[in-house]
């Protein structure tokens, strides 16, 4: 088990290496290289000198790579051009809302996906089957930004049940403990701030939850179709054994497997869909952080150090994914 | 090894369906008296895919087309890829000519809606909406094919690659992969348009194609890497077939079918990202281009409080192609799953 996560962890830190070498590259090389991008093109030769100088451009790649990473390592992706604010202050600001929203996301997306899956595979080439397919396909065909607006439009507009964007109503007052604002106001005991931020969560994580729920329900299906067939079922049943007994020790643990898997996975879908739902309802997080970073000239120090943080996130999760199978499985242990 | 986070965001492709089949081993093996190589090479191509004398692409399709599922998305495909085919015979008007009729009534904060002539109205700048729909099938029809084309080249190359050599090409191109997974889908084409200097219809088509690139490469390499061992393949090896005519022969295109599916479903996920980038503002720049991803995304977006048809023609036209698609390409991945034969 222990050479397993050595081995994850080795592999891990390979391909983070790789894709910051990769995009350190690609942004020395970018057209017009990145002291253009931080001058404009109009800049006077002297200061575009100075700039390469004073940014160690004029060093060999190799040196400026390692340079990179000496600083990386310590935390320090450099400043923001938008803003000349660290990189590592931008995004520890922006990460807990886009965490907030994601993590809402999976609880929707897990806590209705489960049961739909189970109830559609219980219910197999009946009309609950068929409803609930029919909704996964359009849930993984419809463009989550207009589904965010059609929302939006609904809930907002025409029916005033829910506010329409930002984190928390205009004025109130909160205090920022862990930036995790439905959290915050639990811990220092404002419960009405509380309960505005999660008012104002529960449209973005219903839109950002759309995809990772057809997905979990469509798995869960499946995988229940599978168990059902197994002969330790029919065993069970054979036994005597009370249905919801079954239902639970036989069945849905079985069969949440490849969901716990496809949790993992989902990961990238909701970092992905983030970026989306956040422009949708002005979320101020990491996605609304993208946006602005890439419309309001390319803030490439930030937009890089999103990219790897993006990254690391999204291998740690399937990593811890992949152990966690340890503890829900027996048979993985003894291999 | 069979890392998990192989298979990014997508519904699980399964690359182990075209596992030989048991069964096999006797006939090929019992003709191995047969000194024509080049007859043989056609048995031991078709042994693979064979049971019982139907052929497997044979008996899937006879499946297709009981199956509603892809009967339904086929039509979808079909009305899609006629309408952009006879765009110019179907659309009433000129897609990027602006109608004085139209442009007189738009205002801040009003575009004329239905009138003579102009059945959807008119779009924010005085063009026929309806002939832009019609338009906007075939450059959505134009990007994703063209994505998918690209992601389906460039990932089979590599997955061929992978699982012809096995080794260290093999593991050298599948890390490659990993880091190309390790980046969520849109956020790799984000980073990929952002790179760009500008936008362009081909930033997009190419930021697209890249993210599917990964998914086809793992699920080529998979099936290649299942036939190298299997009873067809060392039949070949042992008649002394060119290590190469195997390669291209006998394992490519047997592990082609779940490429194809895979394409089929890819193609909706590619309509959708374009139309994802758009709204991001990363999309194409030409305001002339009439695509459905584009309409949604800039129009739609910015005039959805004032003429919200702007953003629900193109978005339903965008979810009903993309169910098509996936309803062919699931039908599709359920009619050549071995385990359906009967």
Known sequence: MLRVIVRRLLQLVVTLIALSALIFIWLRNLPGGPVEALLGERATPE??????????????????YGKFMQRVVTGDFGNSIRTGDPVTEVISRAF??????????????????????????RWRGRWPDNLTIAGTLLGISIPIFFLGYLLKDVFTQNIHWFP??????????????????????????????SADALWHLILPAITLATIPLAVIVRITRASVLDVLNEDYVRTAEAKGLRHRTIRGRHILRNALLPVVTTIGLQTGALLSGAVLTEKVYNWGGIGTLI???????????????????????????????DLSYAFIDPRVRVR | MSDPITQAGTPAPRPGDD???????????????????????????????????????RDAMRRLKRNPVAIVGGVIVGLFVLVAIFAPLIAPHDPVQRFDELTKGLTVDTIPGASSGFPLGSDPLGRDFLSRMIYGARQTLFV?????????????????????????????????TDVMLALPSLLLAITLVAMASRSSQWTVIFAVAIVSVPIFARLLRGSMLAQRESDHVLAARAL???????????????????????????????????????FLGLGDPDINRAEWGLMLGVDGQRYFEVRP????????????????????????REAIDPKNRR
């Open chain 1, 47 to 64: 200061r575009r000198v100075l700039l390469t100088k004073a940014l160690g451009y004029d060093q060999p790649i190799l040196v400026q």
């Open chain 1, 96 to 121: 807990p809302a886009t965490i907030e929203l994601a993590l809402a996301a999976m609880i929707i997306a897990v806590g209705l996906g489960v049961p739909l899956g189970y109830l559609a595979a």
């Open chain 1, 164 to 193: 329409p964007s930002g984190r928390l109503t205009t004025g109130l007052d909160n205090t920022n403990v862990t930036g995790f604002f439905v959290l915050d106001g639990l811990l220092t005991r404002e419960f009405d701030a």
């Open chain 1, 291 to 321: 946006t602005d970073s890439i419309s309001g000239g390319r803030d490439y120090p930030v937009l890089q150090a999103i990219i790897l943080l993006a990254a690391l996130v999204f291998v740690v999760v399937n990593l811890l994914v």
């Open chain 2, 19 to 57: 596992k030989p089949r048991p069964g096999m081993s006797e006939r090929s093996i019992g003709l191995l008296g047969d000194r024509k190589k080049a007859r043989l090479d056609e048995l031991a191509q078709a042994s693979a895919a064979d049971r019982g004398g139907i052929s497997l692409v």
């Open chain 2, 144 to 176: 994703g094919v063209l994505a998918t084309l690209i992601g389906l080249a460039l990932g089979v190359l590599i997955g061929a690659i992978a699982g012809a050599f096995g080794g260290w090409v093999d593991v050298v191109l599948m890390r490659l």
């Open chain 2, 240 to 278: 002394g077939v060119k290590e190469r005519n195997i390669v291209l022969r006998h394992m490519l295109p047997n592990s082609l079918t779940a490429v194809i599916v895979q394409a089929t479903l890819t193609f909706a996920v590619a309509i959708l990202d374009a139309a994802a980038l758009s």
């Open chain 2, 309 to 332: 048809e702007l953003a629900y023609f193109p978005a339903l036209a965008i979810i009903v192609v993309a169910l098509g698609f996936t309803l062919l390409g699931e039908a599709m």
